[in-house]
């Protein structure tokens, strides 16, 4: 049964969300960003595995007790028997690994868009599907990598598009952190223990940050990774899963890039890097400092690009993702809510008979894929001490 609606302009989007409930952190983030601009409104959702604490929490979300399902199933099954000017146009995903495929392919072929948690799924096979999913009933499908859409991450990604600091040469990015030391085994995990579960999880500190820097990566310098070599290493005592890891990649025979990602890093909170070497100069971020873009020349000064929307320096892509004025802290949820508004336009252009584009300016299920292959090759070349593994196709 299709969802598809000719939307009028000048109503929300209704938003379905999963996941959330209780002290669960991005689902509430999820509910923020896509609000943030008036543009959808969240009027249903399975906001826990347990139908007892979905039902509870959904008055702290604004949910009618009508549209707080205990189960996907049941609220695909409840929006479907709905007018279709009253059943939601899209569903956010905001649960553990483990689940994002079934809940998605079951939205999708619901006929409802759909907002993804990284990384997409736990297989390649997995993956895989949900890509022909997508293809089959040209829903939108957006993966919530939310530091794509942070204002300087989206300037940067221009400027090296528009050749500002010439031919790429090299790529680095480190995700660095240190939530995990001092961490005992714990038999009964409290919120956020299922990452450490390999069932759950499907890897460690490789799909929890190593992903985020992979793809910010591809993002930024618009090259294809063909192969990977990788080292990953578990150091907390009784732990089931890498929090330690170094990655290579190669962009055909020419570009190098380099990752290195820890979740066992004293006294790091959440450093996440970028710089970009080219042959006319290179370009710096950090998303502890997330307003600044530094811009290396040899021979020149050094330069501190700030978020400033008026500033002759910024590029239409920095500008436009901007949403208030310069010396303001800008960041985690307007990034987010960037990511959001950028699915929003997709999905009225489809609902309104236009084709998008599959080269978007946020994370599809493309690099959704792309994003578990890289896991699974990093995977396999650590088991084989690092030998290359091809990012092109998986035996």
């Known amino acids: 049964m299709s969802n598809a609606i000719n939307y009028p302009l000048d109503r929300k989007l209704r938003m379905a969300l999963v996941g959330g409930a209780g002290a669960a952190f991005i689902g509430r983030v999820h509910a923020t960003a896509a609000q943030l601009d008036g543009r959808a409104e969240l009027v249903a959702g399975v906001l826990s595995s347990n139908p007892e604490k979905a039902r509870l929490a959904a008055p702290s979300f604004g949910i009618a007790d009508a549209r707080a399902y205990g189960s996907v199933g049941e609220m695909i099954e409840s ?3 709905l007018p279709e000017d009253q059943r939601i146009d899209f569903v956010s995903i905001a649960t553990p690994n483990f689940t994002h495929y079934e809940i998605a392919r079951a939205s999708l072929e619901a006929g409802f868009d759909v907002f993804c948690d990284k990384p997409m799924t736990t297989t390649v096979q997995d993956a895989d599907e949900l890509v022909s999913v997508v293809e089959k009933t040209g829903a939108v499908f957006v993966l919530t990598h939310n530091y794509t859409g942070y ?14 600091i010439g031919e790429i040469q090299a790529v680095r990015s480190n995700y660095i952190q240190g939530w995990m030391c001092g961490l005992k085994p714990d038999p009964n995990p409290p919120r956020g223990g299922w990452k450490t579960d390999p069932a759950k999880a499907g890897s460690g500190s490789l799909g929890d940050v190593g992903t985020h820097a992979y793809n910010l990566i591809c993002y930024v310098t618009g090259l294809t990774a063909t192969e990977v070599s990788a080292s990953l290493r578990t150091y907390q005592p009784g732990g089931q899963l890498d929090d330690y890891g170094q990655a290579t990649i190669a962009f055909g025979d020419s570009q190098l890039g380099t990752i290195t990602f ?5 006294g790091r909170l959440n450093d996440l890097s970028l710089e970009v070497d080219g042959t006319k100069g290179a370009l710096l971020w950090r998303q502890e400092q997330p307003n600044e873009l530094t811009v290396r020349r040899t021979g ?11 500033a002759a320096y910024m590029n239409g892509s920095g500008r436009n993702a901007c949403r208030i004025a310069g010396g303001h802290p800008e960041g985690f ?7 959001y ?18 080269k978007t300016c946020y994370p599809n299920v493309y690099d959704g894929a792309a994003g578990v292959r890289f896991v699974q090759a990093c995977q396999t070349s650590s088991n084989e001490r690092g030998c290359w593994k091809s990012l092109l196709q998986l035996m």
């Open 79 to 81: 929006e479907l028997a």
């Open 151 to 164: 204002p300087m991450i989206r300037q940067a990604r221009e400027m090296v598009a528009n050749g500002d």
């Open 262 to 266: 820890s979740q066992i890093s004293h």
């Open 300 to 310: 020149q000064a050094t330069q501190i690009y700030e978020r400033h929307p008026p």
């Open 333 to 339: 949820f307007e990034a987010f809510a960037n990511i």
């Open 341 to 358: 508004n950028a699915g929003f336009d997709d999905i009225i252009r489809r609902a309104s008979g236009g084709v998008c584009d599959k």
